[in-house]
């Protein structure tokens, strides 16, 4: 059976969003740390997103432009089941 990982961005006193309701818009990840969470999520085979999240990064699958730009990285290693 898998593991179910939990991640959330949110701020040290425990907002999610902003004030205009926007999902990390206050987060932007620097480098280091985006490539820190890619290396960590490498073996995930499914993610669970919830309304916001979804219609924020749907916007790469649904926008040409930005699917053509897209990079697409083959996992070091697959998981099995």
Excluded: F
């Excluded at 309701?21 to 995930?44: F, I, K, R, Y």
């Amino acid at each position: 059976m898998g593991k179910l990982i939990y991640l959330l961005i949110v701020s040290l006193d425990g907002y999610v969003a902003d004030a205009d309701g926007n999902c990390a818009s206050w987060a932007q990840p620097t480098e280091e740390a985006l490539s820190s969470l890619n290396d960590a999520m490498t073996n995930v085979s499914t993610y669970l997103y919830g309304r916001k999240m979804y219609e924020m990064m749907a916007v790469w699958e649904t926008d040409p432009e930005l699917a053509a730009s897209s990079v697409r990285h083959e996992p070091a290693a697959r998981p099995t089941v």
